[in-house]
T-cell receptor
Framework: DTGVSQNPRHKITKRGQNVTFRCDPI?????LYWYRQTLGQGPEFLTY????????KSRLLSDRFSAERPKGSFSTLEIQRTEQGDSAMYLC??????????FGQGTRLTVV | GESVGLHLPTLSVQEGDNSIINCAYS??????FIWYKQESGKGPQFIID???NMDKRQGQRVTVLLNKTVKHLSLQIAATQPGDSAVYFC??????????WGAGTKLIIKP
């Protein structure tokens, strides 16, 4: 499978714990995006990388959220001190420059 | 501000009929629009795109129409099949190359 891969698919965590998600984009894609999606809504932009540089962050990305793409390939999204409001599907997408973005299957986070 | 929205939250269509899903956008400067299909528990899947210098684009069983005068976008699916059941999102590309998404239209196929 050469599509966008996200791990884990599901994560249940207790409030206050830290969680980290991983995204492996399509190999030749230089752009990588993180989105958050809640039930019945469209994805909300969180941040994106061009190669290893994080070029834009949404105001939705509070100081508890951090994303990295250290070698310009895979990316991680960490949420510290999780809150119940963080429960959502976290989607990763990749593209080559400004062409269409391809999405992974997402990581569903449940904070209890 | 920039926003993209959909006219109907749910659309029920008889199997074999054509489906039309509508979308309104507010940023007249947007230059690129995409339709995505999202099945339950999966990430959005690219269907078709259109640039602002076009008013129609066809794919396999799908057609996207863009009316810039009224800032309206539609997705037509011909001969709707059970596998077309999903939530459909339109998205517009803003000036900073982010995608702005609407809330989605759920397409239900009646047998």
């Amino acid at each position: 499978d050469t599509g966008v891969s996200q791990n884990p698919r599901h994560k249940i965590t207790k409030r206050g714990q830290n969680v980290t998600f991983r995204c492996d984009p399509i190999s030749e894609h230089n752009r990588l995006y993180w989105y958050r999606q809640t039930l019945g809504q469209g994805p909300e932009f969180l941040t994106y990388f061009q190669n290893e540089a994080q070029l834009e962050k949404s105001r939705l990305l509070s100081d508890r959220f951090s994303a990295e793409r250290p070698k310009g390939s895979f990316s991680t999204l960490e949420i510290q001190r999780t809150e119940q409001g963080d429960s959502a599907m976290y989607l990763c997408a990749s593209s080559f420059d400004v062409t269409e973005a391809f999405f992974g299957q997402g990581t569903r986070l449940t904070v209890v | 501000g920039e926003s993209v929205g959909l006219h109907l939250p749910t659309l029920s269509v008889q199997e074999g009929d054509n489906s039309i899903i509508n979308c309104a956008y507010s940023n007249s400067a947007s230059d690129y629009f995409i339709w995505y299909k999202q099945e339950s528990g999966k990430g959005p899947q690219f269907i078709i795109d259109i640039r602002s210098n076009m008013d129609k684009r066809q794919g396999q069983r799908v057609t996207v129409l863009l009316n810039k005068t009224v800032k309206h976008l539609s997705l037509q699916i011909a001969a709707t099949q059970p596998g077309d059941s999903a939530v459909y999102f339109c998205a517009e590309r803003s000036s900073n190359y982010q995608l702005i998404w609407g809330a989605g239209t759920k397409l239900i196929i009646k047998p």
